[in-house]
């Protein structure tokens, strides 16, 4: 799934082909992608409008068009293709563009979900976007984390992945935080401290900080066959090194389950308290 550093780098490349783009005609295959209003009013609402703007909040994309917005997220496979796609089975919701190129919207898994609004209202005050906590970068230490989480009894790797707490943060960034704040992604949340929680912030700006100026690139060198997802090569420390030793001490790095999600750690690095969930069934 595309996190808040992959979701920018399909903002930027979106930005660099759709801006100032006036919309002819939007075609909807697959109608359940819509999630708030009926295809009819998408559709209509829609045409003829002008993409202003494209902006991200935590995992979400957002058009500014001239009398509306549209927001859409990718979930798991979601990617753009502009003007080089084919249409296939996979091709779900297409816009042409005066000039007559088109952005076309590719979902293998039909994850992805888009939203309308019209302009009278506004777009951070409604769902999706008014459930979202703030992003790593709109704090200056970890004063915010803390107060969302230090009463909760759940692991703090469970509470990063919580788009209410924080916006943007995914499975494989959520497993580099921790080892980077040589935190047990088990650890009971409210036994973090504040210092721990201002080291968290600090690691989550700058893990996110590189990959955003890595996928960088990624806009710059973007070939239209692949399709906008925003994937790109990023230096792992502990997602997907299982086995293989830790890049501080050696120490292989295991792979576990938390809350159904795989979950990576250095077991010398990050050493944390047991946490103990109501079923007592205890992790590390
Ligand atoms: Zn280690």
Sequence with gaps: MPELPEVETVKETLKRYVLNQRIEKVIVRYPKMIENCDVVTFITQLSFQTILDVQRKGKFLIFICDRGYIISHLRMEGKYYYNS????????????????????????????KFYYFDQTQKIEQLPPLNRLGKEPFELLDGSYLYQKIHLLKKPIKTLLLDQSILAGIGNIYADEICFASKISPFKSANQMTKKECNRMIEQAKKILTEAIQLGGSTVRSYQSEHGINGKFQTKLHVYGREGLPCDICQTNIIKTKLNQRGTHYCPHCQKGKKYVNRNNRSYR
Excluded at 85 to 101: P, R
Excluded at 102 to 110: M, N
């Design 85 to 112: 796609h084919t249409e296939d089975k996979h091709t779900h919701l297409i816009f042409v563009f005066h000039d007559h190129t088109t952005l076309a919207y590719h979902d293998v898994r039909k994850f992805g």
